[in-house]
């Protein structure tokens, strides 16, 4: 069964303390992993999409990386404007169903000036 | 450029009562959905569509109707609604079926009492 675990599920900081998430998954065949933000009371906002593992991308402060088995969300320096809950999700490779994402259940980051 | 549009924002049911959520996009998406999310839950998929006229279930379909009439709008029924279903409730499309980068809707708050 496809499954993505997200940890932790809560993290505090304090602004400028660089830290990362963690994503883990187990998926039949891996067609993308995807990082969303999301604040609250609002919907979803798309972050950064991985294909194969290796790879990196970056926005501001936001550095994500991809393994075999997981992947990480870097933090750098964070500033309390990053407070958010950060989603992971998988897409398997496959037709009908298998083509839609599966979520994990997000980290809530807490920056503190 | 509006992007998904969601109506209401919040609603209160009793059990047994239908209603309709209301979902539109103005970026000639293809694809649309519909999630839920519940604390201590990833977002689940309840029903999806690759087009108009085409729709197909997700993760969690029961107590759900959908509809594609045309490419804006994806409505969600609730057939006869009840506690399970309190939750809040995202739209979101994407411009292939593959659904590679999501938009998401700022949300329905449901409460069913």
């Known amino acids: 069964e496809d499954q993505v675990t997200q940890s932790p599920e809560a993290l505090r900081l304090q602004e400028g303390e660089s830290s990362s998430l963690n994503c883990s998954y187990t998926v039949s065949g891996l067609r993308g992993l995807f990082w969303y933000r999301q604040d609250p009371g609002k919907g979803p906002e798309f972050l950064f999409t991985l294909y194969s593992a290796g790879e990196e991308k970056e926005k501001e402060r936001l550095k994500a990386t991809l393994t075999k088995k997981e992947s990480f969300l870097h933090i750098t320096a964070p500033k309390p404007e990053d407070s958010a809950t950060y989603l992971c999700?998988?897409?398997?490779w496959g037709g009908g169903s298998q083509g839609n994402l599966i979520f994990g259940k997000g980290t809530k980051l807490s920056v503190k000036p | 450029n509006a992007g998904v549009t969601q109506t209401p924002k919040f609603q209160v049911l009793k059990t047994g009562q239908s209603m309709t959520l209301q979902c539109a996009q103005d970026m000639n998406h293809e694809y649309m959905s519909w999630y839920r999310q519940d604390p201590g839950m990833g977002l689940r998929l309840i029903h999806y569509s690759v087009g108009a006229g085409i729709t197909d279930q997700g993760e969690v379909p029961n107590g759900y109707n959908v509809s594609r009439s045309t490419t804006e709008d994806f409505p969600l029924r609730l057939l006869s609604a009840a506690p399970s279903q309190t939750s809040v409730y995202f739209c979101a499309s994407a411009s292939e079926s593959i659904n590679e980068k999501l938009f998401f809707g700022s949300g329905t708050q449901l409460s069913v009492l």
């Open positions: 999700a998988v897409q398997a």
